[in-house]
Antibody, heavy 118, light 109 residues
Framework: HVQLVESGGGVVQPGGSLRVSCAAS????????MHWVRQAPGKGLEWVAF????????HHADSVKGRFIISRDNSKNTLYLQMNSLRPDDTAVYFC???????????WGQGTLVIVSS | DIQMTQSPSSLSASVGDRVTITCRASQDIRNDLGWYQQKPGKAPKRLIY???SLQSGVPSRFSGSGSGTEFTLTISSLQPEDFAAYYCLQHNSYPPIYTFGQGTKLEIK
C-alpha cells in the first residue's frame, strides 16, 4: 500500500534553513508528480510546491517562491523541500502528497512540524 | 491566480441532518475540483474528485456537484464520524498553481 513518511521537521530560528524529506513506498515513485502542502497551527491548508515525475519541472506558491525549493531523488524514492530564509509565518505542519493526474492529490503523509522561532 | 471562496467557514449541525458546503472559483475551472475531509491531527482524506466522483470506500451519503465556478459538497445524513473540517481544492490552472478553499469546520450542535 502507498506510504508517505515525512521527516526533518524541528525548531529553527528566523532567517535559518531546514530541509524536510518525504520517503515514498508502495507505488512507482518515479512515475508520479509530488506536492508539498502546509498547515499553520489552527489554520487551513496551503499548497506550497509541485514537482513533475521526472524532476525537470517544478512550481512554487508565491508565498515561498525564491525561498523554498522542491526536489526529488527518484533513485531513493524521496521528495525534499529545502526551506531557506525562514520566517515565523512559515511555522506549520508540512505534508507531502502524491499527485493523481487529472484529479486532486490522492495520498498524503502524516506531516512534519516546522517551528520558526527565536 | 484562481481564488477559491468556501462557505460557510463553520457549521453546527445534528446527527441525521443534511448539510451543504459551497466553493466558488474566481474563474471557470470546468470540473477540476475535489473535496477533502480532515480530522484533528490527521492528514486530509480525499472524498470527491472531478467535482462529483466519489472516492472508492467513501460512504454514499457524501456527494459532490457543480462545474464552472460553483461547486457543492453535500452530506445527506450526518453521522457522528463526519464531524471534521472540509476543504475544496482546485487544480485547473497552468502553470500548476493549486488553491484550497478556506475550509469549513463542521461541529456537533
Amino acid at each position: 500500500h502507498v506510504q508517505l513518511v515525512e521527516s526533518g521537521g524541528g525548531v529553527v530560528q528566523p532567517g535559518g534553513s531546514l530541509r524536510v524529506s518525504c520517503a515514498a513506498s508502495g507505488f512507482t515513485f518515479s512515475a508520479y508528480g509530488m506536492h508539498w502542502v502546509r498547515q499553520a497551527p489552527g489554520k487551513g491548508l496551503e499548497w506550497v510546491a509541485f514537482i513533475r515525475y521526472h524532476g525537470g519541472e517544478e512550481h512554487h506558491a508565491d508565498s515561498v517562491k525564491g525561498r523554498f525549493i522542491i526536489s526529488r531523488d527518484n533513485s531513493k524514492n524521496t521528495l525534499y523541500l529545502q526551506m531557506n530564509s525562514l520566517r515565523p509565518d512559515d511555522t506549520a505542519v508540512y505534508f507531502c502528497a502524491k499527485d493523481d493526474p487529472g484529479k486532486i492529490f490522492d495520498y498524503w503523509g502524516q506531516g512534519t512540524l516546522v517551528i520558526v522561532s527565536s | 491566480d484562481i481564488q477559491m471562496t468556501q462557505s460557510p467557514s463553520s457549521l453546527s449541525a445534528s446527527v441525521g441532518d443534511r448539510v451543504t458546503i459551497t466553493c466558488r472559483a474566481s474563474q471557470d475551472i470546468r470540473n477540476d475540483l475535489g473535496w477533502y475531509q480532515q480530522k484533528p491531527g490527521k492528514a486530509p482524506k480525499r472524498l470527491i474528485y472531478a467535482a462529483s466522483s466519489l472516492q472508492s470506500g467513501v460512504p454514499s451519503r457524501f456527494s459532490g456537484s457543480g462545474s464552472g465556478t460553483e461547486f457543492t459538497l453535500t452530506i445527506s445524513s450526518l453521522q457522528p464520524e463526519d464531524f471534521a473540517a472540509y476543504y475544496c481544492l482546485q487544480h485547473n490552472s497552468y502553470p500548476p498553481i493549486y488553491t484550497f478553499g478556506q475550509g469549513t469546520k463542521l461541529e456537533i450542535k
